[in-house]
C-alpha cells in the first residue's frame, strides 16, 4: 500500500483551542494516482485538516502520512493547493499573482489556458468571483503540479459560474493528468467530478464511506445512474450523521 500516491495510516488530529478538539479520528486511507477523489462531510468534520496533512501545511497528532512511499515532512511542488478563498495578493495584478509560482513565460499560456488571456493586468479587485477562482486555479497549477488539492475550490459561486468551472477543473485533470483531492460539503459537487467519493462523519472525521462512482464523463445530471448515485450518496450522507 506504500506505493499510492497518498498513504495515510490511522491518521488523528487533535488541536488545542483551551480544551482539546478531536478534528480527525483514526483515518486510513490509500489515494492512487489518477483518481479524482471528493471528500464529503458536514461543516467542521475536518476536511481542511485533511487537505492540509495531505498538503504538508500541519501534522496529524498521530498516525502517519505518505505520499509516494516517504513520510510527508513538508509542502511540496507537485503538489498544488487551492485554499477555499483565492488568496490572491490584492497589490499584485493577475499576471504578477500568476507570476509568483510559474516562470514569466508560462503565465501567458496558463492566462489563455484558463480564460485570463484579457484579464493579465487587472488587479483582483477588478475580477468577478468566477475569475478570482480561475486565477487562483492558475496560480496552484504550476508546471511542477502533479496533485491538485482542492479545498471547496467551487463554493460561493453561482450555478452558472460553478458549471463553468467545473468542465474547467475536469478538463485540466484530464489533460495533464493530474490527481484531485476536493473536499466539499456539496453532494452535487462531488457527483459531477469524483471517480470516487469518500464520506466522512461529523466531527471527529471519520471515513463512513468510501465509493467509486461508476459514471461516465461528462456527468448528466438527469440520468437514470446519475440520479440513482445521487440518491446514495444522500442517504450515506444522512446515515453518517
Ligand atoms: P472542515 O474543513 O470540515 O469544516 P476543519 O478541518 O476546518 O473542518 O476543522 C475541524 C475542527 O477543527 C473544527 O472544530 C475547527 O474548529 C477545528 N480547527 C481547525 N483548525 C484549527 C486550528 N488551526 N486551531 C484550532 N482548532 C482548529
Ligand atoms: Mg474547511
Redesign the pocket.
Known sequence: MEQSLFFLNQISKT???GQT?P?LNLVSLGIEEGEFIVIL?P????????LRILAGLTNPSTGEVFYRGKPISGPDSERGYLFQDPRLFPWLTVGENIGLTNPPESVQFLAEKFGLANFLNLYPQQLSGGMAKRAALARALTNEAKVLLLDEPLSNLDWFTKRELQQELFRVWREEGLSCVM?THDVDEALDLANRIIIFTP?P?QIYKDVKLELDYPRDSLAQEYIIWRERIITWSMEAR
Do not use: I
Open positions: 488541536y488545542n483551542q478538539v478534528a462531510g461543516s467542521g468534520c475536518g476536511k481542511t485538516t485533511l473536499v466531527r472525521g
